[in-house]
């Protein structure tokens, strides 16, 4: 039985002394174990990324699709854009 907050996986990683010590003041101010604190940066680091993930998908399925605006669109365009005053 682990006694950790949730069933973790142990890993060693290397980091640069200033970034550990700075990790080390953080801990300490948000009175999280290291663990926590590394887990919930790795945490946030990968949500942050998941979004460029959707987004190159996203991209990948509009340029399968034909991009080419209906004539519908393409006239309403033109109309709103010349009742603007630029």
């Given amino acids: 039985m682990s006694l950790g907050y ?3 996986m142990k ?8 970034v550990f010590q700075g990790a080390e003041r953080l801990a300490r101010q948000t009175k ?7 887990s919930d940066a790795v945490r946030e ?8 993930e959707i ?3 996203m991209d990948r399925v509009c340029a399968e699709l034909d991009s080419k605006p209906d004539d519908f669109a393409l006239a309403a365009a ?3 854009l ?5």
């Avoid at 680091?45 to 460029?52: F, G, K, L, P, T």
């Avoid at 010349?82 to 630029?86: F, I, K, Q, V």
């Fill in 78 to 80: 033109q109309r709103t």
């Fill in 45 to 52: 680091y990968v949500a942050r990324h998941a979004a460029d």
């Fill in 6 to 8: 949730t069933k973790s």
């Fill in 32 to 38: 999280k174990s290291r663990s926590q604190l590394y």
């Fill in 11 to 18: 890993t060693a990683v290397s980091i640069p002394d200033d």
């Fill in 55 to 57: 987004t190159e998908a």
């Fill in 82 to 86: 010349s009742r603007t005053e630029w």
